[in-house]
């Protein structure tokens, strides 16, 4: 793996191991926001109840604690760069009586299994923060058995994901943050038509399909969704920590503006919207 690479996936491990705690705190409303991909990375993969799947980017464990759920005489391994993360991920599992688990902190791009390993393949908002993309989707298709079936979930357009814009843009509109490089890592990557379908296709992939989902955030408050939001988004939390305090005041009262507008009700629910990409090996 190239050095930039490297530095890019050390960067990533500690920014997720830092948030773990938020991630645990907030894990019902958001894993009730992004359960609709779930269910429907679940739907696609089709899976027989003695498969073996591997889930990667498993955060706190979704969707692999459901796939497991659902097999009878099944596995799943979840994996994840964080190893705080995957804590919180056998927590849950524990909580929900889950047994058939494994987990392994490990890079995407350096996957620690034999080729042909796994039945299936589920992976939820993960390629977009995947150093080398290409890298990753050959990594998964190396391991996937022939016949094998791969779902995965990233990020539409910015329009369709207020959830995250509504903080983004008042940051950007008052601050002068870098541009990130064309191709970096980054919650819209992988949003422009064709990116995730093409990537499949490179990396061997077929019978390549691609659909939208839609979730819902339900926030309740301005106040709930601010909190959230700067306990878990990175590049929220990122890019106040460069703000002085007036600052942060001004971003902040912008952000309840376009949040209470948007819902004059004061009953806050954002839709998000995400790609479900499918392929076959």
């Known amino acids: 793996m190239e050095q930039i690479f490297e530095q890019i996936r050390d960067q990533q491990r500690t920014t997720w191991n830092k948030f773990s705690p938020g991630w645990k705190k907030w894990d019902e409303l958001t894993m009730d926001f992004l359960k609709p991909m779930g269910v429907e990375i679940i739907r696609l993969l089709r899976?027989?109840?003695?498969?073996?799947?591997?889930?990667?980017?498993?955060?706190t464990g979704e969707p692999g604690l459901s796939i497991a759920a659902g097999l009878s005489?099944?596995?799943?391994?979840?994996?994840?760069?964080?190893?705080?993360?995957l804590k919180i991920a056998r927590e849950n599992a524990v909580e929900r009586g889950i047994n058939n688990i494994e987990t392994v902190a490990c890079d995407v791009c350096e996957l620690p299994f034999a080729d042909d390993r796994f039945d299936a393949i589920s992976c939820r908002f993960g390629f977009m923060f995947?150093?080398?993309?290409?890298?990753?989707?050959?990594?998964?298709?190396r391991v996937l058995k022939p016949g094998g079936k791969i779902a995965t979930a990233v990020w539409s357009v910015p329009e369709k994901n207020f959830w995250i814009t509504?903080?983004?843009?008042?940051?950007?509109?008052?601050?002068?943050?870098?541009?990130p490089p064309p191709g970096a890592p980054g919650m819209f990557r992988c949003a422009k038509t064709n990116v995730m379908t093409d990537l499949f296709t490179q990396a061997g992939?077929?019978?390549?399909?691609?659909?939208?989902?839609?979730?819902?955030m339900n926030c309740g408050t301005a106040d709930v969704y601010w909190e959230m939001m700067n306990e878990i988004a990175a590049p929220v939390v990122n890019a106040l920590s460069k703000a002085d305090e007036p600052l942060k005041e001004k971003i902040k009262n912008e952000v309840f503006e376009?949040?209470?507008?948007?819902?004059?009700?004061?009953?806050?629910?954002?839709a998000g919207s995400a790609l479900l990409i499918y392929g076959e090996k």
């Open 47 to 59: 899976l027989r109840n003695d498969a073996v799947v591997l889930d990667v980017a498993s955060g």
């Open 130 to 141: 995947f150093p080398d993309m290409l890298m990753a989707a050959k990594e998964m298709f």
């Open 205 to 216: 992939f077929l019978n390549v399909l691609q659909e939208e989902v839609t979730g819902k």
């Open 258 to 270: 376009a949040v209470n507008k948007r819902y004059p009700s004061g009953n806050v629910v954002i």
């Open 73 to 85: 005489n099944g596995k799943v391994v979840l994996t994840d760069l964080a190893e705080d993360m």
């Open 166 to 179: 509504a903080s983004m843009d008042a940051i950007n509109r008052n601050m002068d943050l870098p541009a």
